[in-house]
Structures are given as C-alpha cells and as structure tokens.
C-alpha cells in the first residue's frame, strides 16, 4: 500500500490531518518518505541547493567557520557540526577550505547530523578521503556535548514542517488535509477551539489581517532554534543557519513541492516530491535568544557571501591563480563562474530570497554578525 493510499486511509477513519502532520509524513515516513527512499539532489534531481551550484559557496563557509574559531581562542577540542549534510558536497568544499589551517583540523572532530539512509551513504561516499572521518547522528541531541560547537544548517529548516492558519470573516481557521468528494487529498478548513481540543494548533494573535490571509508557524523551526542556541550558550561557539525564508513576520502560503526542479501540487504525490516552506528567521532568533544565545543581523545570501568575498574567489578562479588549499584555478571556466556567481548572490536568484542568521555564545564576534 502506498503513502498515498495509507494516508487515505487514515483520513477516512480519523479525520482530516493538519498541513504540518501532511508535511512530516510526506518527508520522514520510515517506509515511504521522500528523505527515507528517494531523495534526489543536484542538477539530475528535483532541486538544487547552493553548493551544487559552485564549490565557492562551502570554501568561504570554511574560510568563516576557521575566522570563528580562532576569534573563539582555538578551543580543542571542538564539534564540526553539519546538519543536513545532503549528498556531502557542503561539508566536502568546507573541509577543502579547512586544509589552510591545520591545527583546526587537528582539534576538530565531525559529525553529521543525518536521518536518510541513502543521503548516508553519499555522504560517506564523497568522505571517503576527506581529512576529517565523519561520525553520524540522527539528531543534535545525540552529539556528544561538552565541547565548543561550530555548526551549519543549508535548507535545513525549510524541511521542518508548518502549520497553516486562514483568516476567515468569523476568526482563524486552521488549514487541514481532507478527502473530497471523489476520496482524492483535497485542503479544508478547520475552526480552532483549542479549549475544546488540546491538539488544536495555536492561532496567529494577528486580529487586523484581512480575510484570505494564510499565515504559518512552525513550532519545530523554533524549537531547532532554541536547541541550537542553548548549545551554544552552554558549551560555546556559533551556529550558521542558511535558508530560503522572510526576515520579518509576515503572512503567505509558502507550501510547495519539487520534483524534477519544476513546482507540482503538494497533495499529488506523497512522498514523491520534496516539500518545503519558508524559514521564519524572526521566530527562530527569538527562540535561540530566549535560550542564552547571542544573535546578529539576519542577512540576505548575496550580502554574506559578498561580505566573505566571493567576487574576488570567482576573479581568482577565473584569472589562474590557484591556491595549493583551494580547488585549482579554471580561466576556461571564466563565464560559468560568473553564471554560477550571479546564482548564489543575485538579486534575482538566490541572493535576496535566501538568508543568513548566526546563533552564538554570548560574547562571541563572528565574522559579518559583529553586533551579536
């Protein structure tokens, strides 16, 4: 029997689920989830992410995570932190970039926080003759505490499921996932009584929003956040989140799934497609802030990588200077750096949608997040 079949199935005995219960199936159902049997990333997949786009992004990760450290006095030991790691190519470019300092290698020691099986072994795969010998874990929680922790999160939150509210002229309703007529998945709505049904979602406070405004939250977004920043208020060091998402509260149905790179219906192939919403930056830093930890300015993609130098790295790439540490130059890739430049910091592609937030120890400066 299918997931779609399955959650059928379930909606006709129990009722309709909520969008975020929807979500969590589609993505992590042991048996037919998108991330547990099918994920598919890169240019043959259903998406790319920005390190498939060009080795520059995760070499100036690398080159901020090691400015961090050494601002953080160069504890020893220290976590190296991805969670995540999709197909190993993020962590892979930052570890190429970490060869510049080798004492960061020698007190770092990785961990890559991982629950798909098949994404696993790509990972293992591509690490194969990485510097550092990755240990995994299903989730933060089970990597060992008592040390400084150095941590990146690419779409990581953008996976972590939401719920839907939909202002109606007589209050907030909560949007559902139901059968229609015909038994096919169909969206409804559902009136909020949480006196009435403790599993009831909390509604937005918002009151002055007119009818037709669909606003999300994600309680799990906040709930990483405040995991994240009471790490980092304990033991030390900085954690860098990197998603698509909006740095100001603010109402819109994000929901969307991707097969192929192309947008398909979200209720049309369970577990076939990847499902994303948008990033609530605004909750999320109030969350880790309410844990202990210190925060920055939340900064568009295009200003971070622009802030840690990418131009000059494309030049440098472009004009055959290679670095012995770095991948080697590549002059007859001049117009693909280029190309791939504009992707990761243009106005029009990533630059401006996606957006970069650093949770930190209280006192830490890192790099671009100074005001923390």
Not at 14 to 20: H, K, L, N, R, T
Not at 155 to 163: F, I, K, S
Not at 289 to 306: D, K, V, W
Not at 353 to 359: A, G, M, N, Q, S
């Amino acid at each position: 029997m299918s997931l779609l079949d399955r959650l059928r199935a379930q909606i006709a005995q129990d009722g309709p689920i909520s969008v975020a219960e929807y979500f969590t199936r589609c993505l992590h159902d042991p048996r037919d989830g998108y991330y547990a049997n099918r994920p598919a990333l890169g240019e043959g997949g259903d998406f790319l992410t920005a390190p498939g786009v060009s080795q520059m992004f995760g070499e100036l990760i690398g080159l901020w995570l090691l400015e961090t450290w050494t601002r953080m006095g160069r504890p020893s030991p220290v976590r190296l932190v991805e969670m995540g790691p999709g197909d190993g190519t993020l962590i892979s470019d930052i570890l190429r970039a970490a060869r510049l300092l080798p004492d960061f290698l020698a007190a770092a020691d990785l961990w890559l926080v991982e629950v798909s099986p098949p994404l696993r072994q790509a990972q293992a795969d591509r690490l194969a003759d990485a510097p550092l010998t990755p240990r995994w874990a299903d989730r933060l929680e089970a990597v060992p505490a008592g040390a400084p922790l150095l941590l990146v999160a690419n779409e990581v939150l953008d996976c972590l499921p939401a719920h839907q509210f939909v202002r109606t002229e007589t209050g907030w309703a909560e949007r559902m996932v139901g059968l229609d007529d015909k038994g096919e998945l169909a969206f409804g709505l559902r009136a909020l009584n949480p006196s009435a049904d403790r599993r009831a979602a909390s509604p937005p406070r918002e009151e002055d929003l007119p009818p037709g405004t669909v606003v999300e939250s994600s309680p799990a977004q906040a709930a990483l956040g405040s995991e994240i920043g009471h790490r980092v208020a304990r033991d030390g060091g900085a954690a860098l989140l990197i998603d698509y998402g909006r740095d100001a509260p603010g109402g819109g149905d994000t929901l969307q799934a991707l097969k192929s790179h192309a947008k398909v219906p979200p209720l049309a192939e369970p577990g076939q497609a990847d499902l994303t919403v948008w990033a609530d930056f605004p909750a999320v830093l109030a969350a880790a802030r309410e844990a202990g930890a210190g925060t920055g300015p939340i900064l568009t993609q295009g200003a971070f990588l622009q802030g840690l130098g990418i131009e000059a790295r494309a030049q440098a790439l472009a004009a055959a200077r290679p670095d012995q540490a770095l991948a080697a130059a590549r002059p007859d890739q001049a117009e693909k750096l280029a190309r791939q430049l504009d992707r990761l910091t243009g106005p029009a592609q990533m630059g401006e949608l996606f957006k970069v937030v650093c949770l930190s120890a209280p006192g830490l400066s890192p790099p671009l997040f100074e005001d923390a």
